[in-house]
């Protein structure tokens, strides 16, 4: 993290995006800024199109829009690339992700099939769900993350790319644990020479990216770039990494409404989670192992808003549980259904029902907007290694090892906007308030 603010760097030029993944998240995300850009549509959702950040005091009414007050890279500069592991192009994905209507996608259907997905780096074992063809063929891992580094050189040629990020909306992987081969770069290396078996696709991505100088987002709840050999190479290479997993649907309500429980010391005796959902995600999530991963992340959020180790009469006594079933028939149109059982004074029961019918990709494309274009500022103002304050879009953010995890989304907000005011060296907002009665 930065001790003082720095020179930004300026953000002319192409910003080459890098997508690992076509799938829904990531076809929704470019057919809007297509859509957006041909100016038939307005981003909703993404802070970074159309937030306002107060700067000063209240009684100043200076709320200038965030990408007035810091300098992002244009909608118009950024250039796509991606890889996946079946070869349909980006119209075609989009078509079967069925996010969109056709008829919105084919507003910009000759951008979208310019986009061909190049060979994905692949192993089965860790996506159990998945099979396609579309899989880089080498001797051993490092290979593959050379082969990756081969392709980003020759699209940012292309292209005439100035800066990249890259953002992982691939699968979710099966949960692993880190081992001996993540403790440290000299390991990792190693490992990737002699293709350890600990070491999955998305790390290899990573890997690469790093290695280029280039930053790193997870958007699904894997392990990845989430281990100290990765972060190692991050700090080493000056390039900063954010995750993990877009925090969209259940877990945003889930983080909108425990700060508000925990505020008015509203205890939580069960909160009961269930979600249908249809599309591949659902199928790949539809496989235990893949689904353990995702579990965690989303059961992490409420221990670190509620802190039952300091409220045990409030909150240990919470059943947690988050169920997601695959039924095709729902396609990328999520239904959830939360029960939570709350107490209030006295210990008098009540409960809340919330049945949310949710586009998943919709609340998801946003986030990963806002994220890569922040993520270019933060190499660009020289920051490096976790960006915590970027937690706002994760549902399972991280953090240096030893600190918890920031999960009220109104804490995140404040510490993302006082991140960006460090950045150009305005007063940090407290909210203190004292100013205006003295
Ligand atoms: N849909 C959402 O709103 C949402 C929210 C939070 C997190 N996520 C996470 O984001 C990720 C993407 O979600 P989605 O709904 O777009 O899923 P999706 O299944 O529609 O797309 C994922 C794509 O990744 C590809 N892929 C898998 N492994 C790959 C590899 N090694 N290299 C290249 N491509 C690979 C798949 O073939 C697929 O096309 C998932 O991990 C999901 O859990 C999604």
Known sequence: MLEKPTEIENAEGKLGVLVVGLGAVSTTLISGIMSVRKGDSLPFGSLTQMGRIRLGKRSDNNMPLIKEFVELAELDDLEFSAWDIFEENAYEAAKRAGVLKTSDIDKVKDELENIVPRKAVFDRKFVKNLNGTNVKQAKTLMQKAEQLMEDI???NKEKNIARNVMIWCGSTEI???????????????DGLKNNSPDISSSMIYAYAALKMGIPFINGAPNLTVDIPALYELALENNVPVAGKDFKTGQTLMKTILAPGFKARLVGVDGWFSTNILGNRDGEVLDDPESFKTKEVSKLSVLDSIFHPEMFP??????????RINYYPPRGDNKESWDNIDIFGWLGYPMQIKINFLCSDSILAAPVALDLILFMDLAKRSKMRGIQEWLSFYFKSPMTFPGVY???DLFAQLIKLK?????LKGADLITHLGNEYYD
Request: charged residues 30%; glycine residues 0%.
């Open 313 to 322: 009469e409030l909150y240990k006594e919470l059943y947690h549980k988050v």
């Open 175 to 189: 949960f692993i644990k880190p081992t001996d081969v993540h403790k440290n770069l000299l390991n990792f290396e």
């Open 418 to 422: 006082n991140t960006l005011r460090f």
């Open 405 to 407: 995890p920031e999960n």
């Open 153 to 155: 050189t020759v699209f």
